[in-house]
């Protein structure tokens, strides 16, 4: 809060120090193994450096240490992005729904909370004993990825209600009265004005399956994906070569995070950059 | 005032849209929210309700070395509730939900306190805001062993204090202990703290806190007696997002503690690995029923529905 004469208070000085510490505790951590995988074949998995090299990411490629990474990248990917292309779907389609109340809607959105709380290996185990039961193998493009979908589509749900929240109806009867379709109002209006929010799902879609693990243990049969290699590897080795690992995927992510944001951020820009204000949203 | 208003820019849990109704709906067909849901409705059944279904059936199931045999027994439950480990695992993971409660509901309020009134530049507030967020978007064994390098024997903290003579011996209970845990825990879980309280927050009216002032209210009873009330949806909402996390945890509790912990879904797992699923199964739905009454007892608290409808 502003003092009367703007003055900041002592508080504002206590309460950035707290939050700076935050953001070390946050950040300190993932920083110290970005660090450590770049040592020399030496290095261990504390300080000191031992070296600097970029042997761990090699090895990382050449698998002489580690079990099947570049399988396991070359699943999740495509998984990832799967996920995000139906948690959009879906979510939007359910966003655009829950604006007009419907009969049993408040239990769906119950059932849709259930996924979101319900203990994720205990869905998983769900999920895999049904598939077994019924005599249908587990893949990670069907039992995993229904799996992810229980986590990711709650997320994108409540991300829509808040969009839609502030959608002005008052677009849409305006572009039926010009004699726009259901298909065009859709099209043409309605989506490009709730955009941002659509990624922000995506990106949510996207990270929430690439990182996912308690749900797709019992569901991906027997190939792994990358979370649950990287979790058998912290089992199993020693080496930097977890951090490399560590560091290249939370790279990935990194990237997949920056497109996502400036694509959000470009978009409000160009909108709120033009002289006619762009209506509520 | 400052940035009010604009919180609903980010992504966060919040209560479906409201319901202002300028018109009537675009298409007036009964059955368009019904074709519009099927897709969200048809997961929900089959990955959700059916599993869970499959679930609750397979736990009365029989089981012996080569099978799982369709019955209707309880003895796999009178097994789980006469185990003495069971009640074991559940004070344990019960202790850590509360220890990473207390800490996330600390960090994430003061946190969010920060942002949404001391932030005087709302695009400063959004950054920063994200900057809290962008890690959650990364992957979470990642974050978890990445306080290997630090905590441990030869660990960056403990090389740091017995340099500087703080120490002499190297502090054991850093690394694979209960501190570890918890630390992970508050580590992974506190941005579920920090959105909602940080929504609830930005939707406190500003003049509220010149009303308490002319009251005659310090700010520590404002945050008191003003802030911290009408947060209370937030508080909930964060509560229930680290309460199941944590109960529902499988590898931190698994990799921090040096594996002299288990948690609850740490045991389930090595059930399922020997073909134990009837055991496995109905210690899920016995930590569904506590999951469910750990959420109720929140909501009895404070009422979300009533909260988020009140604000609306």
Known sequence: ?281 | MRHAGQSGERASPSPPPHRVRTAPPISGSPARPYLLVAPLLAVLLVFVVAPLAFVVAVSFFHYDNFAIIPAFSFENYADVLTAHLTYELYLTMIWFSALTWFFTLIIGFTVAYFLVFHVRNPLIAIGLFLVCTVPFWTSNVIRMISWLPLLGKQGLINNALLTTGVIRQPLQFLLFSDFSVVVSYVHLFTIFMIVPIFNSMSRIDRTLFEAAADAGSSRWQTLLYVVVPLCKSGIALGSIFVVTLVMGDFYVVKVMSGGSRASIVSAMYDDISTLLFPHAAANAVILMIIVVIMVSLILRVVDVRKELASQR
């Open chain 1, 1 to 281: 809060m502003l003092t009367a004469a703007g003055r900041r208070p002592w508080t504002f000085y206590a309460l950035a120090a707290f939050f700076a510490l935050y953001v070390a505790f946050l950040y300190g951590p993932m920083i110290c193994i970005f660090v450590l995988s770049f040592q020399g074949p030496q290095g261990a998995l504390v300080f000191p450096m031992r070296g600097m090299s970029l042997h761990w990411f090699a090895e990382l490629v050449t698998q002489t240490e580690t079990g099947d990474i570049l399988g396991a990248i070359s699943r999740s990917i495509p998984l990832a992005i799967i996920v995000m292309a139906a948690t959009v779907a879906v979510s939007v389609a359910g966003g655009l729904a829950f604006r007009d109340r419907f009969r049993g809607g408040a239990a769906l959105f119950y059932a849709v909370i259930v996924s979101l709380v319900a203990p994720g290996y205990v869905l998983g185990i769900g999920i895999g004993l049904m598939f077994q039961l019924l005599g249908l193998p587990a893949n990670w493009y069907s039992s995993a990825l229904g799996a992810q979908l229980t986590w990711t589509l709650p997320f994108g749900l409540l991300i829509m209600f808040a969009v839609f929240g502030r959608f002005n109806r008052a677009y849409e009867e305006a572009a039926r009265d010009l004699g726009a379709g259901a298909g065009q109002i859709l099209r043409l209006v309605v989506i490009p004005i709730v955009l941002p929010g659509i990624i922000a799902v995506a990106l949510f879609g996207f990270t929430l399956s690439y990182d996912e693990f308690a749900r797709t243990l019992q569901t991906s049969g027997s190939t792994n994906t990358l979370p649950l290699e990287i979790w058998s590897m912290t089992t199993n080795v020693t080496s930097p070569v977890i951090y490399a690992l560590g560091t290249v995927t939370t790279a990935f992510s990194f990237i997949v995070i920056g497109v996502a944001l400036s694509a959000i951020a470009l978009i409000q820009r160009r909108r709120y950059g033009r002289a006619l204000p762009a209506g509520r949203h």
